[in-house]
């Protein structure tokens, strides 16, 4: 028996067993890995945003930009069609890299820039697209040890509402929020 959308997305009702089979679990992982694909999704528009944003301040951002948001939809859509170990290690490889990148790049500046050295400002955008790659991070970190850790399992099991939240955040804050620098 399958069970209930609800349910998976959501997790048992408060005071039912936390019990459930193998079948359960992946169409936990299954329904995690879609809804993370839909962060990552908007994730990539935002950047496509901040692809067009940049444009008249410098070139250079402009193709970043627009590679960064190719790839976080590409993976959006690789996910959902054949996902893979491999493919989930490289998603959070590059998500990890673009938040460091983005930390750095808010508090110390980076090198190439119009600026270089200089800290741009935060903006709702980005905040936005950060917690999107945070969110990617760590459902993609869960589904992969899911087999292997009680609290991956635990933590995928309620990642749902998480990533429900997300969306909508980044949907409404962040895309067409304009970027600050």
Known sequence: MTPSLTRVLLGPEPGASEIHGPADDATRVESV??????????????????SVDHYREFVLYTAVFALLAAFQIGWAVAITRRCSQRLLIVGIAVNAGIIALWIASRTVGVPIAPRPWVPEEVGAADVMATIAESMIVLAATCALMSG???????????????LLAVTFLCVTLGVGAGHAG
């Open 33 to 50: 890995l879609v809804l993370t694909a839909a962060v990552s999704f908007v994730a990539g528009v935002i950047h496509i945003a901040a």
């Open 148 to 162: 292997r850790s009680p609290l991956a399992r635990r933590a995928l099991a309620r990642l749902a509402p998480a």
